[in-house]
């Protein structure tokens, strides 16, 4: 499986972005899609996640109500809007695919992309 994240970028407090992540490799219906996130000094941490059929979500709290997670089945893909933009949000942002049957997770994940920096000044 290889994962590529885009769309990320320099924003201000309070503005938006849309992350998206290409899956190439495997069949994309059968994994579940997670993103998380990693700021400098801080331990990589869950974000959302989205099922394989694009019904079933999770989002961490601190996202909730500002990130939506979805997915494209028919073109591979995962995005992540994220809206109310706060500098706590600065961090590399990765997609990650998980192939355990079930509900989206916040961990377990199997297959991992490289990241997309996004950075939120105030």
């Known amino acids: 499986v290889q994962l590529q994240a885009s769309g990320g970028g320099l924003v201000q407090a309070g503005g938006s972005l849309r992350l998206s992540c290409q899956f190439s490799g495997r069949t994309f219906g059968s994994y579940n899609m997670g993103w998380f996130r990693q700021a400098p000094g801080k331990e990589r941490e869950f974000v959302a996640a989205?099922?394989?059929?694009?019904?079933?979500?999770n989002y961490a709290d601190s996202v909730k109500g500002r990130f939506t997670v979805s997915r494209d089945n028919a073109k591979n893909t995962v995005s992540l809007r994220m809206n109310g933009l706060k500098p706590e949000d600065t961090a590399i942002y990765f997609c990650?695919?998980?192939?355990?049957?079930?509900?989206?997770?916040?961990?377990?994940?199997?297959?991992w992309g490289q990241g997309t920096q996004v950075t939120v000044s105030s």
């Open positions: 989205v099922g394989w059929s694009g019904i079933s979500t």
């Open positions: 990650a695919a998980d192939g355990t049957p079930g509900r989206p997770r916040s961990t377990g994940y199997d297959y």
